[in-house]
């Protein structure tokens, strides 16, 4: 990702230029966030970040607010029963994520005429959901105690237009202008005139008309008999483009989100277990998915992450493609049409664009379209080429989807033309990076952390750049296309990158391949010196294969070792390391997708202990964190008896990649692979944890056939596979 909230660098003395240069894509962290639980929507290119009473605070990270298109569109909203905050009851967002609810109460209210209100008399429901470019909400007063209640509530707002940059830290020297607020009897539109000619309005409407309104509030004179309730609706939309078309009715947009995301959840395959706490866990991850996926103009393509990443990222789609191609090939095919129609076809500096890569993010925002940051359409990722073309040849293994092959092969052949004339500048064999744009990123790779590749003495390593693991990227990538090649009938030209891939693994054990610490280097700098620091980067080369099977065991016992394994799941970088630091970004924390490609690629090895171990640790994290979401990251303390895994601060939550770990690290330790070529589903040396004794896949699809399967952990830890139901000629093959 861009903009890493990494953490100042400070163990080696002064920064780098290029250190320095890095920091205005921080995520400022400047006071502490009153309540760590934030409510979470989206919608299409709308989210909103809430906290637990339904408000929009500008306190602590300043991360809440109702946004569209990379502008934050209401940066304050608050409910006040006369002056006063109501109690907080309870919150939660609804198992889909279509709904956000809380339950409030009234603190105890002195009246004029010494009447009091007691604490507890009013419970105040509220309610609120994303359809297209607004925010519906519904408040529900309803009147509890023994005699009549009349009471004034206020509902108070701000829109403050910032660019997620601004909310991010940065400052701007020059913004747009507020216009003048439009009143009317029921509603306020607030607008800006942004710098890039775009006037970005909020209109807030309320039903039934407020007593008063302005642009600052809406106030209602609320009077109940005891048991008597009454309803206020709020509608806020974020307009860009005024159409003349009105909106849905409440009922009306919340029963059509429903729906969208009741359909998107029949497309995957249903998991449940013994397990309630696994199944909640999963279920909650294929519901962020879904969030993540329905409404964006791009379909079938998760954005990334709420609230920092919510847009297009070419890596972290792919990685999120690939986790969950096994139980859902829809969204594999989604991403590969975008990122091919976004495919760079010229060189261009200033993006770090050239001719074949594929993008690493889009930015819909006013600094974005002023180039005040380089992202509005941005390729500096060194991976998601190679990586685009690992899920090509996935995608048609799970799918056979010849025809789609067939016309995305010239897009193919560019990413591999790239990756040959651009990615290896050098003609060393191994794909480097070394930004072109003076405000580009500095690191490309997954770990895009200004300090994230460095040497054991905790020196940063200079440019050009090549990581371990984007050589395993490019190996899977070649023999990939030598596959897709060779059912195109280019029989030549499959023979070619099949030798390329031979050629380059060979060349990568030989010069990568660290004996001294017991693990592949993380990166060769620009001299071509090996960065000797152990991290779990060497991971995804067992994903990918590369690795040789001698080295792959000794990579399992440094990643399973203590100085990894923090008993949550696998640290990014292991304790001994100069630069460790587990409340770092990318320097000794977790992530939730790096352990499931650690896993997918243990198990390929045939270390499914390891991956169920994997597994097992982050399904206990999945208990104890809020809605069972597992976050971005989480900090690499190691683990406490009777404590939960430490936060990291500025986490996003949900984030696709995360939420898409559990059916990678299942289909790791289930030994599944489904090939639409073969006709087949098969389940190689199936291993559950512990935890996961029984499990059931329901509606795993394969052509034109489907299967219900139970799988039963027995006492032996061996794992029964049984078919209940099965429709259509595909084949189970066990082994």
């Known amino acids: 990702m861009e903009a890493n909230p990494n953490h100042s660098p400070s163990l080696m003395g002064s920064q780098s230029v290029d250190e320095v240069s890095t920091q205005q894509y921080y995520i400022a962290t400047k006071s502490a966030p009153p309540d760590d639980r934030t409510r979470v929507l989206k919608y299409g290119k709308m989210f909103a970040v809430f906290d637990r009473y339904g408000d929009v605070e500008p306190s602590g990270l300043g991360e809440e607010g109702i946004f569209y298109e990379g502008t934050r569109f209401l940066s304050e909203l ?4 006369d002056n006063s905050r109501p109690l907080l009851l309870s919150s939660t967002v609804r198992e889909d994520n279509s709904l956000f609810t809380a339950d409030l109460t009234n603190v105890d209210i002195d009246q004029r005429d010494q009447r009091k209100i007691p604490r507890g008399t009013l419970l105040i429901t509220r309610c609120k959901f994303l359809y297209q470019e607004s925010c519906y909400e519904q408040v529900r007063i309803a009147n509890f105690g023994l005699r009549p209640v009349q009471i004034p509530i206020a509902l108070k707002f701000e829109a403050d237009y910032a660019d997620i940059f601004e909310v991010r830290g940065i400052h701007r020297t020059r913004r747009g202008r507020r216009q003048d607020p439009l009143v009317d009897s029921d509603s306020v539109t607030l607008s800006y005139r942004g710098l890039d000619g775009i006037t970005r309005r909020t209109r807030i409407q309320c039903s039934p008309k407020p007593r008063r309104i302005s642009a600052a509030d809406c106030r209602f004179d609320v009077s109940l008999q005891p048991k008597q309730e009454m309803t206020i609706q709020l509608i806020v939309s974020c307009i860009m483009h005024p159409a003349s078309n009105g909106l849905p009715k409440y009922d009306v947009a919340l029963a059509a989100t429903t729906a969208e995301m009741h359909a998107a959840s029949q497309r995957t395959s249903r998991i449940y277990s013994s397990s309630a706490q696994f199944n909640d866990w999963i279920t909650r991850s294929l519901s962020d998915i879904e969030m993540m996926t329905v409404g964006n103009p791009e379909v079938g393509y998760p954005y990334a992450g709420v609230p920092w990443f919510s847009t297009v990222f070419g890596r972290d789609g792919i990685i999120t493609a690939l986790q969950c191609l096994w139980v859902d090939p829809w969204i594999a095919k989604g ?3 975008y990122l091919a129609a976004t495919q760079a076809t010229a060189t261009v500096p200033e993006s770090d664009a ?12 006013e600094m974005a379209a002023l180039g005040e940051v380089p992202f509005g359409r941005y390729y500096g990722s060194v991976d998601a080429t190679p990586l685009f073309v690992m899920l090509a040849g996935a995608y048609y293994e799970r ?27 050098d003609g060393d064999g191994f794909v480097e990076y070394s930004r072109n744009s003076v405000n580009g990123l500095v690191q490309q790779g997954w770990k895009d952390s200004n300090d994230s590749v460095f040497h054991a003495d905790g020196m940063l390593a200079e440019p050009p750049i090549a990581l371990c693991e984007v050589q395993g990227y490019t190996y899977a990538a070649k023999r990939s296309a030598a596959r897709l090649a060779a059912a195109l009938k280019n029989f030549e030209k499959a023979d070619a990158f099949e030798a390329q891939a031979r050629s380059l693994k060979e060349k990568f054990q030989e010069v990568f391949w660290c004996p001294d610490i017991g693990t592949y280097a993380l990166a060769l700098d620009g ?20 690795a040789s099977p001698e080295h792959a065991r000794a990579v399992e016992q440094s ?13 990014t970088v292991g304790a001994r390391e100069l630069r460790y630091n587990p409340v770092s970004y990318h320097n000794g924390s977790v992530w939730p997708h790096d352990n499931s490609l650690v896993a997918a690629g243990l198990a390929r090895y045939g270390f499914k202990e390891s991956a169920a171990r994997i597994l097992a640790g982050l399904l206990d994290t999945s208990i104890l964190v809020d809605l069972h979401r597992l976050p971005e990251l989480f900090c690499g303390l190691e683990r406490r008896p009777g404590e939960g895994p430490t936060l990291y601060p500025v986490a996003c939550a949900p984030q696709a990649w995360a939420a898409g770990s559990v059916y990678l690290l299942l289909q790791a330790c289930l030994g599944v692979c489904v090939n639409a070529l073969n006709n087949t589903i098969s389940f190689t040396k199936p291993c559950l944890p512990e935890a996961i004794p029984q499990l059931w896949i329901k509606n795993l699809r394969v052509a034109a056939s489907s299967l219900n399967v139970f799988l039963e952990r027995s006492s032996s830890q061996d794992v029964r596979v049984e078919v209940i139901e099965q429709c259509g000629d595909a084949k189970l093959l066990l082994s």
């Open 78 to 81: 608050a409910l006040f029963i």
């Open 399 to 425: 799918t056979a989807d010849f025809e789609f092959v067939e016309k995305l092969w010239p897009h193919v052949e560019r990413a591999l033309s790239w990756i040959d004339r651009y990615g290896d500048r």
């Open 527 to 546: 001299k071509k010196q090996p960065c000797r620091v152990r991290t779990s980067n060497p991971g995804h080369c067992l994903y990918t294969e590369i």
């Open 335 to 337: 991403v590969l049409e």
């Open 354 to 365: 050239e001719p074949g890569k594929i993008i690493h993010e889009t930015r819909r925002g």
């Open 559 to 571: 990643l399973l070792g203590s100085d990894f394994f923090n008993g949550w799941g696998v640290r």
